[in-house]
């Protein structure tokens, strides 16, 4: 399959994927190059608020956001491991830009600052990521595991993570319930 890059674009699991960790998912690609791909699940909440990942970290925090801020499962890999996804890039410790607008942050600064109520405009915070080795992501494409749309922010950060998998399948134009499980090539 010929090399394409997918940084800013959402994965959409088609209805035939099997894998626990990505039935039903939608992942927003971080970094695609030919090293492989990193992305973070954004669509589904695990039984954790940040208020509660911050007390793991021994972090304080008073504001009212961190309360019921839910925390995404990013992905089976290093799950006790945060990122936090969001808007502006900003200046970090640790910080990933996506694009000019969009980055990935792994250091306790963003963390903090959160906690303090010093929050970036918008912000996803997950615990583990997804990845896939070099031409992995191509392979799975080819096999139909998964759909693939320009990624929209929005989706991201102003809708609740139950809504996301459906705004993102009408960028596409198509209603989730309509796909088949059924794979094949014409």
């Known amino acids: 399959m010929q090399s394409v890059d997918l940084t800013h674009h959402f994965l959409i699991a088609m209805p035939a994927m099997t894998d626990p960790f990505f039935a039903k998912t939608l992942t927003y690609i971080c ?51 945060g990122f936090v996804l969001h808007q502006p890039v900003g200046e970090w410790q640790s910080t990933m830009a996506v694009n000019d607008d969009v980055g990935l942050t792994t250091s306790l600064d963003i963390l903090r600052a959160i906690a303090n109520g010093e929050t970036p405009r918008q912000l996803l ?3 583990g990521y997804s990845g896939w080795a070099p031409g992995q992501i191509e392979h799975e494409l080819s096999q139909n595991a998964w759909l693939t749309v320009p990624a ?31 794979v094949g090539h014409a």
């Open 31 to 81: 970094e695609h190059s030919d090293q492989g791909a990193l992305g973070l699940v954004v669509n589904r909440p695990i039984d954790l608020t940040l208020k509660d990942l911050l007390d793991q970290l021994d972090i304080s925090s008073d504001d009212q956001l961190t309360r019921r801020f839910p925390i995404m499962f990013g992905g089976p890999i290093q799950l006790d491991r």
């Open 125 to 127: 915070v997950a615990l």
């Open 152 to 182: 929209s922010p929005a989706i991201i950060f102003e809708l609740p993570a139950e809504e996301r998998l459906t705004a993102a399948m009408q960028l596409l134009g198509v209603d989730f319930s309509s796909l088949s499980d059924e």
